[in-house]
């Protein structure tokens, strides 16, 4: 069944070498606490935790303008909560297959996933077609075009959130 869906993939910069500096109990501990700001802002903002990805998730809404809220919203509450890692993400949106009613594949997916790879720490990726949807006052700079893995031509997208803002924010 197709479907209209819009995804965030979040991700913590870094988490693999924190685990190998300080050890599994650090990096559970930051984990958990990052979980609960994922689970807090889903529940705030109307978004689905479609699954956990080790250190990440991936985040489904029916609505754009929730998911950019979100995700905006995680990268403030990341960073005030002073977590050692900062967050970074990819988000885009649209027509998509339901696969087996839990599931979803096609390019959309894809291309949110591949924005999180390239993101940089405290970087929100988008398509240009989702930051129209982004509610009043989300701070929102061209980002280029970037060639991502697997889409054949560049695509361009937007930089959104903190780093957006040109916040302060730490590396």
Known sequence: MRVDRWFS???LSGFTSFGDQFGDD??????TVFRGAVR???TEFGV????WLGDGCMLVSVEPTQLIAAVSKLETLT????LPLSMHAGCAGGAVILLEGDDYTGRSV???ARLAVVAQPHEILATVELA???????????AGMISVAGIQEPVEVVRFGCAAAGDTVRT
Not at 26 to 31: D, G, N, P
Not at 132 to 142: F, K, Q, S, V
């Open 9 to 11: 993939f979040v991700d």
């Open 40 to 42: 807090q802002v889903a």
């Open 79 to 82: 960073h005030e909560l002073e």
């Open 132 to 142: 129209e949807h982004a509610p009043d006052g989300t701070p929102i700079e061209p």
């Open 48 to 51: 689905r935790i479609a699954k």
């Open 110 to 112: 894809n291309l949110a």
């Open 26 to 31: 650090e990096s559970v501990r930051v984990l």
